[in-house]
């Protein structure tokens, strides 16, 4: 996936982020399913942040960014902010 792609899911992501929201306010979810796929939302965002991160980073540093992949969910919610 290159850096475009990546982009192009986030905005995915994002843009269903506001639906759940929507459908919440007009009663279509209950507040337990809209939370649920948030946080699913959420991990999956933080991946693909992850990826462009470091595809950047191996890019800036001469490096291939093909080389770069996603890692695992556990992984990057992990990491100390």
Known sequence: ???KQ?????DEYVAEEA???DR????EL???EEQQRLR??????????????QR?????AGGDPEEAAA?????????LQ
């Open 1 to 3: 996936m290159d850096d």
């Open 6 to 10: 990546i982009l192009s899911r986030i």
């Open 19 to 21: 639906k759940l929201r």
């Open 24 to 27: 919440l306010q007009k009663g």
């Open 30 to 32: 209950s507040q337990g």
């Open 40 to 53: 699913a939302l959420e991990v999956e965002l933080d991946q693909c942040w992850d990826l462009l991160r």
């Open 56 to 60: 950047r980073a191996r890019r800036d």
């Open 71 to 79: 890692r695992p969910a556990g992984e990057v919610e992990g990491y």
